[in-house]
């Protein structure tokens, strides 16, 4: 490691948006547990998100927006907020039990052709988490989207997708680790183009594309609740926008690493499906049917997130 202390080399950055339920047990483990300064975003939280923080704010750096500005562009005024090498991307809904993150900078330090590293993710019972992905396809998204979930791993281009071929106990290369726990150089900020979802993806991809790696260290562990950072919703119209949040995202990966005829392939193929579900949600009178036809034309409007009014 150089010369520079723990406390010089990394910012923690923690992106909160009404999550009180698990805003205080992340904060308070990476004050306990982590080093460096910590930046928390909040992204104008309605529940009481903001006062579970007060009692941390003269140990960290909170920057409170007065509207929700999405997660991107929040992650990215941590990043010019922080003042260190290496940014600890971690999300509100994960938490530090240790210090085997440390395992991740010694890592950065030592092997200039790695910039990002990432650790093995695990629920709160001590079970590990398989959040890993490679870069996506079409084949595998349309399993994700259309299929029912106890059908997925049927398919070989989402067992793929989703890396059930990967020995998690094994130091190895990673195409796109989870975003809950991420190290990365400070050199690096967020495709703001993406609201929510997919600029973690970008991320990955453009490290990639600049000749660098990404790997995995196994015996670093962040422990994780599962959805429950501030996107998990009870409400099937948020339930809707999110999920157009994350197509758009895909299709703006898509248009900028596959090309033009790759991201054309998948509008068509995604809008036959959505207006295909949206037409027999209407023909067999199911009362929902008028937001999947509202799913259908949001995302032939390339509509995400940021086009959410409650």
Sequence with gaps: MSGKTTEQLVSFVIVTYNCSDLA????NSVLQFGTGNVIVVDNASTDNTREVLK???????????????????ACNQGIKAAAAEYIFLLNPDAYLKDDSWKKLLEQLERDPS????????????????????RFPSINALLVEFFVPASWWKKF??????????????KSQPLEQPAGAALLFRANYLMDERFF???SDLELCKRIWNNDKKILLEPTSAVFHHQSKGGTGSGNPTVRSWLQLDALYGYGLYFKEHRGTLYYLWYKIVFSVALGGIALLYLLSGKSDWRSKAKRFTGFMGNKNFRHFKS
């Design 55 to 73: 009692p941390f704010e003269d140990r960290l750096t909170l920057i409170l927006n007065d509207h929700n500005l999405g997660y991107t562009i």
């Design 24 to 27: 205080g047990e992340c904060v």
């Design 114 to 133: 790695v910039d990002a590293m990432a650790p093995n993710l695990y629920y709160p019972n001590g079970v590990i988490q398989n959040y890993i992905r």
């Design 156 to 169: 070989s281009a989402y067992r793929y997708y989703t890396c059930e071929d990967l020995d998690l106990s």
């Design 196 to 198: 929510i979802y997919g």
